[in-house]
């Protein structure tokens, strides 16, 4: 069974891109996936910026990255890229910290002008860290997502797309190939 790491890069709580995060990690465990969720924020602030990977929960968690099939990247976009708390926990990583696995980058945000924060600012450093597969992207708005309670709402036309993204996560973490709703012609 392999096993997926779910990394929520928002330093808000409660977050919607957290909760988004834990809507995919249902939904890849449903898949009889072994899935973990780190939460960036809940590490220890000053170990984290101090770049201090002897502290013993920096440690886990760079651990946990490096024991996972897959990772799921969850932010929000700030200025126009991922967060810099997400940033802060890639640049712990060492240089190939992703070499071997299946990575998914999913973003929230409030305009339709911050789309592209994945592409051109997320999925490079990805890249650098030495992904073997990073699967489609995908960006939710704000606006599409409501938490009610502990229960997140996706916008119906959010839904689909972003069960096709999370199939391609799945199928990626087997190396099967993929045909998606996202890729068909009518």
Known sequence: M??????????SNPSR????GEHVAGRLAAAGRD??????????ADSLLGADL????IADAVAEVAAADG????????KAAYSGLLKAFLDLLPQFGFAGKAVLPLATGGSVAHVLAIDYALRPVVHSLGARHVVQSFFLLDKRLAVAG????????STRPLA???????KALDGIPHDTALGRTA
């Open 2 to 11: 392999s096993s997926v790491l779910v990394i929520s890069g928002s330093p």
């Open 17 to 20: 891109t957290e909760r988004l």
């Open 35 to 44: 899935v973990d969720h780190l939460a960036v924020r809940a590490l220890p």
């Open 54 to 57: 002897d502290d013993p929960a």
């Open 71 to 78: 990772v799921v990247l969850a932010t929000p976009t700030y």
């Open 150 to 157: 502990e229960q997140l709402e996706i916008h119906p036309d």
């Open 164 to 170: 096709d993204v999370i199939q391609q996560f799945d």
